[in-house]
């Protein structure tokens, strides 16, 4: 009998549970479907600006029927705003959390009835975002899909994160305890974010780490959440520039020059068994075009131009596809050059010697021969080839092999334009006799150009020298401020090459 007492007893509490919890679902139910409506009557201000949100912060917003109908996040916010009164001002037990549940079938929102939303939240698409009980989102606060607002361990209390105004937390972020992400901060897509962030500072990376912080002020939210600083690339990117720069270093006794002296070496050799220097030297004393003075030609009253013909370089690779040399040697004639410097080297500017006898016999104006010259061979060469002047690059030619080569130019009756780039360049210049002295204000070894080494340089020259300024020349101010400095002539290449109009761009130089 007893039993039997009992079973009754049992299955009626479990009828009247069944009972109480449908009637909970049910009134819980019709609350939430009349929570909007409630919403709107009695705090018609909080949902406007929700809504304004939307608009302002969504730019796939098509209009207030698409947001009312289509925008769970929307949806959710506004409901919890009913909800969170019921459990926070009246003090409802369980219906707020039931309510909570059935938003979050519909929308894939969980917000905890207990969360404090402050206005103009915007919830992005919503699917996964998860708010706790007692966490604090202030206003005008955008939270994209995954975002997780969360507690950590079984502490009582405050135990949720406090969004200051105007938060961004990208994506599949999680913000973990009783911690304060400070007004305008940003929060990256997939963070983990367990302590304080200051006001105006963007965090990314497991665990969190702040890679900004008042570099540029966030003004409200923003969709461009995917484009924040990526520490760990940049680490990399560092790391990646410290072995370039390492390689750099170690390269130094393996450079540019290293490897073209290495390249002439082979040449001469190459050239030396094909045609003996005295066979050179013959053809020297008859060479294709009589010589022109390159230095008097450079000596005119008023700064000259050496107008130079090559069609590539180390730094640029091809520099001119149409190069025809004897229509670019008139060009720079007409354009007022007083002289050519032609590139006859083949390992990395594409030249050949017979570009001189071509240049000079189209325009009657001397040539230089620019080339890396090593060899008394080559000075040789150079006058079989018709040039009247030799470039010697100081950097090139250690110890005594400066004053050789000058000395070797001599012999073969061509001037020697002596190249240098800093002040003991110039020193051995000057011991080696040189008379016509070249500024480059390239650095041959990192390619790198800087102009005002040009006027620094200058002042170094001793009284007497003529003065050539190379490089890095590109207009008729800085020719005109070269001119001031008491260079005699200038000496340009890749700017004239680069030009369509190789005559009027010459003129355009010379008409400062």
Not at 248 to 267: N, P, T, V
Not at 417 to 431: G, P, Y
Not at 469 to 498: C, H, K, N, P, W
């Amino acid at each position: 009998m007893r039993r039997i007492v009992f079973g009754i007893y049992g299955l009626a509490l479990t009828v009247l549970s069944v009972a109480v919890s449908a009637l909970v679902l049910v009134i819980a139910f019709v609350l939430t479907v009349l929570a909007p409506f409630l919403v709107v009557l009695f705090d018609f201000e909080a949902v406007r600006k929700d809504f304004r949100s939307v608009i302002e912060r969504d730019p796939a917003a098509r209009g207030a029927v698409e947001i009312i109908l289509c925008y769970p996040g929307f949806h959710a916010v506004l409901i919890h705003r009913f909800v969170h009164f019921l459990h926070a001002h009246m003090h409802v037990p369980v219906v707020p959390r039931a309510m909570s549940q059935i938003v979050r079938w519909f929308t894939g929102v969980e917000i905890h009835p207990g969360a404090a939303l402050g206005r103009g939240v915007f919830i992005d698409h919503g699917m996964g975002v998860v708010i706790g009980e007692t966490a604090i989102v202030g206003d005008d606060v955008t939270l994209f899909q995954g975002v997780t607002l969360g507690g950590t361990g079984k502490e009582t209390g405050k135990r949720h994160p406090t969004l200051e105004e105007g938060v961004v937390v990208g994506a599949g972020a999680k913000i973990l305890g009783n911690i304060r992400i400070g007004r305008n901060a940003r929060v990256g897509g997939g963070s983990v974010v367990v302590s304080e962030v200051p006001p105006e500072a963007t965090v990314v990376g497991v665990p969190g780490r702040i890679v900004v912080h008042k570099g540029r002020k966030v003004s409200g939210a923003s969709l461009d959440h995917g484009n924040l600083p990526d520490p760990v690339r940049e680490a990399l990117q560092n790391l990646t520039n410290r072995i370039r720069d390492t390689e750099l270093e170690l390269h130094k006794e393996q450079d540019f020059l290293h490897d073209i002296a290495s390249c002439k070496r082979r040449e001469v050799h190459a050239s030396s068994a094909e045609a003996p220097l005295e066979e050179v030297k013959a053809a020297a004393a008859s060479p294709p075009t009589e010589r022109i003075s390159f230095l008097d030609a450079i000596r005119q009253e008023g700064i000259s131009l050496i107008g130079e013909i090559k069609r590539a370089s180390p730094s640029r690779g091809i520099i001119r596809q149409d190069f025809d040399v004897p229509g670019l040697a008139e060009a720079l004639k007409n354009g007022g050059a007083r002289a050519l410097s032609v590139l006859t080297d083949r390992c990395y500017f594409h030249g050949a010697l017979e570009y001189i006898a071509a240049a000079k016999k189209a325009s009657g104006l001397p040539v230089l021969r620019k080339d890396f010259l090593i060899d008394p061979y080559q000075a040789w060469q150079a006058k079989a080839a018709g040039a009247d002047a030799v470039l010697l690059i100081a950097r090139l030619l250690e110890g005594g092999d400066l004053a050789e080569m000058a000395a070797a130019a001599r012999d073969a009756g061509l001037d020697a334009l002596v190249e240098v780039h800093d002040e003991r360049d110039i020193e051995r210049a000057v011991d080696a006799g040189a008379t016509l002295i070249g500024i480059n204000s390239r650095d041959l070894t990192s390619f790198e150009v800087d102009v005002r080494r040009l006027f620094e340089l200058r002042k170094k020259l001793p009284e007497g020298i003529t003065s050539v300024a190379e490089s890095g020349i590109e207009d008729a101010s800085t020719v005109r401020r070269l001119e001031e400095a008491g260079f005699d002539a200038i000496l340009v290449g890749t700017y004239l090459m680069q030009q369509q109009d190789v005559s009027a761009a010459a003129k355009t130089l010379l008409s400062g």
